[in-house]
């Protein structure tokens, strides 16, 4: 099946390229900065109210199940949202007059309080794949009895989760306390800079936490910042105060070295657009969101934050973002434009130092890339399942996975670094280099060999299939279409490749920028109902799928064709690589032979591609 869906696309791309195509000529220059691009850079906030309902099916374990399959490491969650700042911990369970450990007040839509029991966190804490790393946060608006609720949070989170817990937050979106009412207009840097003292004091001086420390175990550490307002975007400040993570900085948290030790990281969120008022539900827009040099204005804006961070020992991440705010918008945020969207956003953050970014999750956020259960919106019944964003994911996936394996077999696990290529960077056009291993020490300051590249058309195309999914909301199926052919750019890459080598083409494919299903990532699907991934051949292994496999031409050019609104990714094989196995060795300059890559531990894999591989030479 795998293989027919990429046969499919080869040939529409064939039948394209004689009236509507355009040439695309871009080199890698040699002395790119590069940042460090970490496999789990993809990772998801669930708002506190809303991890019921996520762990109440197998959906979203097999999905996140999967991604660790694929990068060797399970993507981070943070549980987080509004209504972290609105959890009471009830001592004992289960709540009184419920008879459950956790309940929305009034309901999880609408709710004004969360009360859980210490058990609820036993309730998930082995849901979430093996090796998940969890940020937890306290409720920080809350400031009665000197933070005795948080501090007893703290405590219980630790109890239940162990060692996944990595690190707490306190409080979401501090830069909206005053307009919420749950600080006076004095709040600000340095207030907060006086309460993150108290309370991480109580934590980290609490018996439990002195035990972790005494016994040289790994504790729990803090990730400071937490806003929401853009740092350029003045029409979306939601209230007079100064915080910044350069202003948090240079007002000395983690001047101390025992502050610095217990904060691993910085964060601040980013939603591009909103339908949280009129004004901005107006300029709600797809193509806007299709579009990287707004998603550019978007995300360089937190430049000056990276370096705040940066020059205060620990990363700054995006720990909670989505498309829109509010939920998102159905017809934009679930559409495959997102999907594209998502892949530039995460790899443009990653090359601009921002070391993570969560996708915040709801069950019922019309942004969410995957919903676990049904419900009603806007009088229709939507299935649980699968959108399109969800493939973003995949794909980046198979961007930060190391498919390199060593003379004896093993898969490595080399550190990646990244850079944005300046020859790809206009509207419709991205484009990155990832970097690491051999020939390089993969250390700070050698970035190692061009291993991969990814660029992504961003341009529209309104396709007129995959129009619905019944997980969205069939109202804002697309209903404007593209006239003509959709068009088709032929890249002629200069790489440092050797002549020879073998290119393997990962496609992020779908009808159109307004599709909501038919969506795949070199061919492969995941079931909407289970998750559960539909790989193609016989013993063929999840993250060995190619959509067809190129050769690198004369002078290091690689050409491949890209479709409007589609992204690939492109992997050097091991026999490009200049490995020295020994005289057993199977690589170097072995360029004539099927590699290698797959060969040794993934049978199956490169027989499909080398078909397909033919099939594209026959077809073009
Ligand atoms: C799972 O969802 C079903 C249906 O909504 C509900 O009846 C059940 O109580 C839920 N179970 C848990 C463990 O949340
Ligand atoms: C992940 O890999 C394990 C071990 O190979 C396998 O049992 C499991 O089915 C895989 N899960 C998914 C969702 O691919
Ligand atoms: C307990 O939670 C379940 C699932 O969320 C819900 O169906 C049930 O109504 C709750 N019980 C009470 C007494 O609220
Ligand atoms: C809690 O916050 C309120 C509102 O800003 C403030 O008036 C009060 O002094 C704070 N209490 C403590 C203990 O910080
Ligand atoms: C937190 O603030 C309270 C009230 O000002 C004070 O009594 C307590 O000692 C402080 N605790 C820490 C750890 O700073
Ligand atoms: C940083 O602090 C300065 C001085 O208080 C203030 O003018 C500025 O607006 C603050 N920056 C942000 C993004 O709040
Ligand atoms: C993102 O960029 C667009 C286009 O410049 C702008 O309208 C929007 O306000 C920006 N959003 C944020 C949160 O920076
Ligand atoms: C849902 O149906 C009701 C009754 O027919 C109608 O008044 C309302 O406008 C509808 N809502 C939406 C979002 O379509
Ligand atoms: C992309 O273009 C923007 C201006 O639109 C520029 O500031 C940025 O540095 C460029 N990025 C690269 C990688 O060249
Ligand atoms: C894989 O790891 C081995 C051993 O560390 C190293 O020699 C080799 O260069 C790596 N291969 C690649 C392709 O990075
Ligand atoms: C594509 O379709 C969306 C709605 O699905 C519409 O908002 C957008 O303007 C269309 N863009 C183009 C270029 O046709
Ligand atoms: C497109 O998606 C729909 C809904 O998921 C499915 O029924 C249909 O078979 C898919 N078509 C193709 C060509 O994959």
């Not at 909206?176 to 749950?182: D, P, R, S, T, V």
């Not at 109580?202 to 307002?229: E, M, N």
Request: glycine share 10%.
């Amino acid at each position: 099946m795998t293989l027919s869906q990429s046969l499919v696309t080869a040939s529409v791309v064939g039948i394209a390229t004689a009236q509507n195509q355009t040439t695309i000529k871009i080199s890698v220059p040699s002395d790119l900065n590069t940042r460090p691009l970490i496999p789990d850079v993809y990772g998801y906030s669930i708002e506190p109210v809303w991890l019921d309902s996520y762990t109440n099916t197998s959906l979203a374990n097999t999905l996140l199940s999967s991604i660790a399959n694929v990068t060797g490491k399970a993507p981070p969650i943070r549980i987080g949202g509004n209504t972290a700042d609105q959890t009471y911990l009830y001592p004992s369970s289960p709540l009184p007059l419920t008879g459950n450990d956790s309940v929305a007040i009034p309901d999880p839509l609408t709710a004004k309080a969360f009360n859980i029991t210490p058990h609820w966190f036993d309730t998930w804490a082995t849901y979430l794949p093996t090796g998940t790393d969890l940020i937890y946060t306290l409720n920080l608006a809350d400031n009665s009895s000197g933070w005795a609720n948080a501090v007893a949070e703290a405590e219980a989170a630790h109890a239940a989760l162990g060692d996944s817990l990595v690190a707490f937050e306190l409080g979401n979106e501090i830069d909206h306390y005053i307009n919420k009412g749950w600080r006076d207009a004095s709040w600000g840097v340095k207030a907060y800079i006086e309460q993150f003292r108290n309370l991480t004091g109580q934590i980290t001086g609490s018996g439990w936490y002195q035990a972790l420390t005494q016994a040289k175990s790994k504790a729990p550490t803090f990730q400071a910042g937490v806003f929401a307002d853009p740092p350029l975007v003045p029409d979306q400040q939601d209230e007079i105060d100064d915080f910044s993570i350069t202003n948090l900085t240079a007002a000395g948290i983690a001047s101390q070295p025992e502050e610095k030790n217990i904060i691993s990281s910085y964060a601040t969120h980013l939603y591009p657009q909103s339908t949280c008022d009129t004004a901005r539900w107006y300029r709600l827009s797809l193509d806007l969101l299709s579009n990287h040099n707004v998603l550019w204005q978007n995300v360089s804006q937190y430049i000056p934050q990276v370096a705040a961070a940066d020059a205060a020992g620990a990363p700054l991440v995006m720990g909670e973002t989505n498309s829109a705010s509010c939920s998102g918008r159905s017809g934009i945020s679930d559409s495959f434009g997102a999907a594209l969207w998502a892949v530039d956003y995460v790899l443009t953050a990653a090359s601009l130092g921002i070391r993570k970014v969560y996708f915040h999750l709801g069950a019922r956020s019309e942004y969410s890339a995957f919903t676990p259960l049904a419900y009603e919106l806007k009088n229709e019944t939507l299935a649980s399942g699968i959108r399109a964003g969800w493939y973003a994911h995949y794909f980046v996936a198979r961007v930060v996975s190391d498919t390199s394996f060593d003379c004896s077999g093993r898969q490595n696990q080399t550190q990646f670094r990244i850079a944005a290529l300046p020859g790809a960077n206009s509207s419709s056009l991205s484009g990155f280099a990832v970097y690491g291993g051999g020939g390089g020490g993969g250390d700070e300051d050698t970035k190692g060999a061009l291993r991969k590249l990814v660029f992504l058309d961003m341009g529209v195309w309104n396709g007129t299939e995959g129009l619905s999914n019944p997980s969205t909301l069939s109202a804002t199926d697309g209903t404007v279409f593209s006239e003509g052919i959709r068009p088709v750019s032929t890249f002629e890459v200069a790489t440092p490749w050797s002549t020879g080598a073998e290119i393997k083409v990962v496609r992020l494919t779908a009808p159109g920028t307004n599709a909501k299903s038919n969506v795949s990532v070199a061919g492969t699907l995941f079931d909407d109902r289970t998750g559960e991934p539909a790989v193609g051949g016989e013993g063929e292994r999840l993250g060995d799928e190619y959509s067809e496999i190129v050769r690198v031409g004369a002078e290091g050019i690689v050409k491949f064709d890209v479709r409007r609104a589609e992204a690939v990714l492109l992997e050097i094989g091991r026999d490009g690589m200049n490995m020295d196995c020994g005289e057993n060795g199977q690589s170097g300059g072995n360029n004539g032979s099927i590699p290698a890559t797959s060969g040794v531990s993934r049978p199956g894999a490169h027989w499909r591609g080398v078909v397909v591989a033919f099939f594209v030479v026959l077809v073009l």
